[in-house]
T-cell receptor
Framework: GAVVSQHPSRVICKSGTSVKIECRSL??????MFWYRQFPKQSLMLMAT?????????EQGVEKDKFLINHASLTLSTLTVTSAHPEDSSFYIC?????????????FGPGTRLTVT | DAKTTQPNSMESNEEEPVHLPCNHS???????IHWYRQLPSQGPEYVIH???SNVNNRMASLAIAEDRKSSTLILHRATLRDAAVYYC?????????????FGKGTRLSVIA
């Protein structure tokens, strides 16, 4: 299957600092990528849809100025958590969409665990 | 996407078959049934998907009810590595490039 990587796999940062998480599709080009967040013992919640070359679309309740998404190339999307606070501590998972027309498959990265102290 | 209902948790003995049920009574004619699983501290991974007919692959089998209002993921011989949260997700193929929407899934425990 297709491979999606994330970097870093885990990060600890101090409250008030910013953290950037990278998501790469290693063996295919992804026009569309998605960012999810998962709190302990909960399911994945979609945060935003990232389209190459255009602005991301955020889900209701997700602050676009806090979670900056950049999808500058067909293989890379980044999520920057700005002015992080302890409540932003979570497992962040990206996903890349492969396909065309009506046939798509969604591949997930291994996740990034963010801890804000 | 239409809603699915799964048991919160299930338990299985190692090397026994496991049947994970999923109800999707409001499924539409263009909804595919997808199953993903998430191992601890990892991203979800694809397991299997189908539309109307039963499907088999190296990981599992998917049995779809004739009226498509329910389906069952079958792991033929559970191993300790199969302990994960299993998500049953409906996805409208007409919707194209929309994201998968995850429910709560079923947490499968495998006992040695």
């Amino acid at each position: 299957g297709a491979v999606v990587s994330q970097h870093p796999s885990r990060v600890i940062c101090k409250s008030g600092t910013s953290v950037k998480i990278e998501c790469r599709s290693l063996d295919f080009q992804a026009t569309t990528m998605f960012w999810y967040r998962q709190f302990p013992k909960q399911s994945l919640m979609l945060m935003a849809t990232s389209n190459e070359g255009s602005k991301a679309t955020y889900e209701q309740g997700v602050e676009k100025d806090k979670f900056l998404i950049n999808h500058a190339s067909l293989t890379l999307s980044t999520l920057t958590v700005t002015s992080a606070h302890p409540e932003d501590s979570s497992f962040y998972i990206c996903s890349a969409l492969r396909g065309t027309g009506l046939s798509y498959e969604q591949y997930f990265g291994p996740g990034t665990r963010l801890t804000v102290t | 996407d239409a809603k699915t209902t799964q048991p919160n948790s299930m338990e299985s003995n190692e090397e026994e078959p496991v049947h994970l049920p999923c109800n999707h009574s409001t499924i539409s004619g263009t909804d595919y049934i997808h199953w993903y699983r998430q191992l601890p501290s990892q991203g979800p991974e694809y397991v299997i998907h189908g539309l109307t007919s039963n499907v088999n692959n190296r990981m599992a089998s998917l049995a779809i009810a004739e009226d498509r209002k329910s389906s069952t993921l079958i792991l033929h011989r559970a191993t300790l590595r199969d302990a994960a949260v299993y998500y049953c997700i409906l996805r409208d193929w007409v919707a194209g490039n929309t994201p998968l929407v995850f429910g709560k899934g079923t947490r499968l425990s495998v006992i040695a």
